[in-house]
């Protein structure tokens, strides 16, 4: 029983952050119906600029904000160089392939600067050995922190795309860009900003689960890239509830098949999940059909 | 007062308009006629912003906007009613006039002016929380053209509002849009295929023919004239 809640509460904590990196991809696929795959890189060079920041003796509050500052930067960066480019040509799938690539050269950049070895990350919200005890079980704080956030999250994106009116000029750009700048909308800042907050998202999101695993290194961020997609079209593309709920099932479920059966079927089992709803349910559990008559 | 000056218009190496100069002065209403791809929706999106304007110059007022981007343009108080219904189909007939609303002039408050639409269209109404992608095309077209002038505009561009509808709508539109030329008295660009129905509403005339404005003048006289040398602009 011990050894189940276990690793539910893990699932869920994994779970959280994957939601967290879905939430990142939803952000950019609101706008501009493209996904930023960079994003795995990012979160580790957010995580690792902070390190390296911090191991410098910077005040670690700043370190933080200063590497959240260049993720931002960076997010206007691909914006205007990996996605905006490709764009141009309606149908082009063109930012695929330059975001991805934008990704595996900061990775390598982070490599060749600060070396392939995991580097410790510091301890900049809690300690790893806080805890807290739920249902009579002790949990690790970290996990209870990035699980809140994550809901926290979803619950205020839900209200800002559902309530406000920059909500309904973010699903008019989505639509129609060019209606939207013909109406007065100021299309590409709100495009730029969605960039810079998938990419200061992917920082805190690299950050929490730096301090999670206590050490960040160039490959951090890969995997969770891929499974933060699989969340976010498990759960329907652009639905924050569906990136949340996809999240912890990805994440429960991993956690169950490497706790039962094997650590080597983790990731493989999301992936197994990905294509079976492929199959089922395409646009994912909480996408909402849109109704458009032609 | 609106001003076109020479303006070239190309998609790549291909030239949509060459040299138009247009003038319309507020309190009237300019037809710009022509053919199906005589540049009529070109000359329109120049002005609005959104078609790459190779040569020329294009005033609101004397103000050279030329280089301004098209979302400034419609903040100096121009709206375009584009062709081919163009709306935010996945939102409500109410978010669209409101996201026009919010992004115009401003004029009136938002319940004054939300009402004035609904009083006009009964039928929005009634659709105001549907999704405007499922109403049907003289809906859509009522939403369209109460989205433009909802913003209080100072030049209004409207681009084929008659294309593809029931003569009895194209005759409540046009109704409306004759209306509103006089109550707002401001200047309307008004693209249409069917001449004789855009030269009766309309004070002058620009006739398009492949790029190049072949003929203009006033509406009265290019009547007249119409069935002779229009006919022939259009062949």
């Known amino acids: ?294 | 007062m609106l001003e076109v000056r020479d303006v070239s218009v190309a998609y790549g190496a291909i030239e949509v308009l060459r040299n138009v100069s247009l003038c319309a002065e507020p309190g009237t209403t300019t037809a710009v006629l022509g053919a199906n791809g005589a540049g009529k929706s070109s000359l329109l999106r120049a002005i609005s912003g959104v078609a790459p304007v190779r040569s020329g110059s294009i005033l609101f007022d004397g103000q050279d906007v030329t280089q301004i981007p098209a979302h400034r343009r419609a903040r100096l108080g121009l709206a375009h009613a584009m062709e081919g219904r163009r709306l935010f189909k996945p939102l409500s007939v109410q978010n669209n006039l409101r996201l026009s609303w919010q992004f115009g002039a401003r004029a009136v408050p938002w319940p004054t002016a939300l009402r004035d639409v609904y009083d006009r269209f009964p039928i929005l109404a009634e659709k105001a929380h549907v999704p405007s992608g499922l109403l049907s095309g003289g809906q859509q077209q009522m939403v369209i053209i109460s989205c433009a002038t909802i913003r209080s505009p100072r030049y209004l561009l409207l681009d084929e509002p008659s294309l593809g509808l029931a003569p009895i709508i194209v005759s409540q539109i046009y109704e409306f849009i004759t209306d509103f030329a006089q109550r707002s008295g401001i200047a309307i660009v008004l693209a249409e295929q069917m001449a004789t129905l855009a030269l009766k509403v309309s004070d002058r005339g620009y006739v398009l023919r492949r790029g190049r404005v072949v003929q203009h003048g006033d509406s009265r006289t290019l009547l007249a004239n119409s069935a002779a040398s229009l006919t022939a602009s259009y062949l």
């Open chain 1, 1 to 294: 029983m011990d050894f189940l809640f276990s690793l539910l509460i893990a699932g869920v904590s994994v779970g959280s952050a994957y939601a967290l990196v879905a939430i990142g991809l939803n952000m950019t696929f609101w706008t501009t119906r493209t996904l930023n795959f960079g994003q795995g890189s990012l979160m580790m060079l957010c995580a690792m600029l902070t390190a390296f920041f911090a191991s410098q003796g910077v005040w670690l509050a700043l370190a933080v904000v200063a590497g959240l500052a260049v993720v931002g930067l960076l997010g206007i960066f691909i914006e205007r160089f990996a996605v905006r480019p490709a764009l141009k040509t309606e149908g082009s799938m063109g930012w695929m392939v330059a975001t991805l690539g934008f990704g595996t050269l900061l990775q390598g950049i982070a490599a060749k600067y600060f070396g392939s070895q995991a580097v410790a990350f510091p301890e900049v919200v809690f300690s790893a050995s806080d805890t807290v005890t739920i249902f009579g079980q002790p949990a690790a704080l970290q996990y209870l922190v990035i699980f809140v956030l994550a809901v926290g999250l979803v619950a205020l994106l839900e209200l800002f795309l559902g309530k406000t009116i920059w909500g309904q000029v973010i699903r008019a750009v989505s639509f129609d860009q060019e209606l939207g700048r013909v109406q007065g909308m100021p299309v590409g800042a709100i495009i730029l900003l969605s960039f810079v907050a998938s990419s200061v998202l992917a920082g805190v999101a690299g950050m929490l689960i730096a301090q999670i695993g206590g050490t960040v290194d160039p490959a951090f961020g890969f995997d969770l890239v891929l499974l933060g997609f699989v969340s976010a079209v498990l759960g329907g593309m652009g639905s924050s509830v569906g990136a949340l709920v996809g999240g912890i099932v990805v994440g429960v479920l991993s956690k169950l098949v490497g706790g039962y059966i094997s650590t080597a079927a983790e990731h493989g089992i999301a992936f197994a999940l990905l294509m079976v709803m492929l199959a089922v349910r395409p646009q994912g559990l909480f996408a909402r059909p849109e109704a458009v008559k032609v």
